[in-house]
């Protein structure tokens, strides 16, 4: 997306709406804070997980008694040593269940987010294509007034018609601006409304 002062006029730089869901959703920050979250309690599940796994500990030492270096006085000991837990009344399910339940929750809340900016991006792209539209066709409408008044104003010249008919043509040209200014500020905020989208705008303001 161009940045917001040098939006065109049409929408012939816009890429298509697929690429700019995708890009979307690689550029919210928003999104990826709750793919974070989903990390992080996928982290707690595993970890939660693991306190019901045993754990395995080995020690080993060595003792030396006696000064007489011609013979071995030294003794070794080694231990092993293995930790499970038969039974913790529920407690480690439970932190189980729960850590997975809020996962789930993160997950379902990632995709409603998903969907949630591919409609905003579908509809920001609507919107442009409509606007593009309307300036086109008002642009035209403008070019047409235009030679319109420049004739009746010759013709007006020439004593052929009257002043109502001159009036009424440079009244047509200023309906036709103003529909195309119209048209322009909403393909402009089409424009902004995908840069907001695609998560542009508050980037770039966090770069400031």
């Not at 080995?58 to 270096?69: H, I, M, P």
């Amino acid at each position: 997306v161009v940045p917001l002062g040098e939006v065109p006029d049409h929408h012939a730089g816009i890429a298509e709406v697929g690429e700019l869901k995708q890009q979307a959703l690689g550029h919210r920050q928003d999104l990826h804070a709750l793919r974070a979250q989903l990390n992080a309690q996928r982290a707690r599940v595993e970890g939660t997980r693991a306190e019901r796994k045993p754990t395995v500990s080995v020690q080993a030492a060595g003792n030396t008694f006696g000064e007489d270096s011609l013979v071995n006085n030294t003794s070794w000991r080694v231990m092993g040593m293995v930790n499970y837990r038969l039974y913790d009344g529920g407690v480690v399910s439970s932190r189980t269940a729960a850590a997975r339940e809020r996962t789930a929750a993160v997950e379902a809340e990632i995709r409603s987010r998903e969907q949630s900016i591919r409609n905003e991006v579908q509809s920001a792209h609507d919107d442009i294509q409509v606007a593009s539209l309307r300036l086109e066709a008002a642009e035209g409408n403008v070019e047409r007034a235009r030679r319109n008044v420049s004739q009746i104003n010759t013709r007006y010249g020439q004593g052929r018609t009257i002043l109502i008919d001159l009036l009424q043509a440079e009244g047509g040209l200023v309906k036709a601006r103003q529909e195309a200014l119209g048209a322009r500020a909403a393909l402009h905020a089409g424009l902004a409304d995908l840069s907001l989208a695609q998560g542009r705008i508050l980037q770039q303001f966090g770069e400031e």
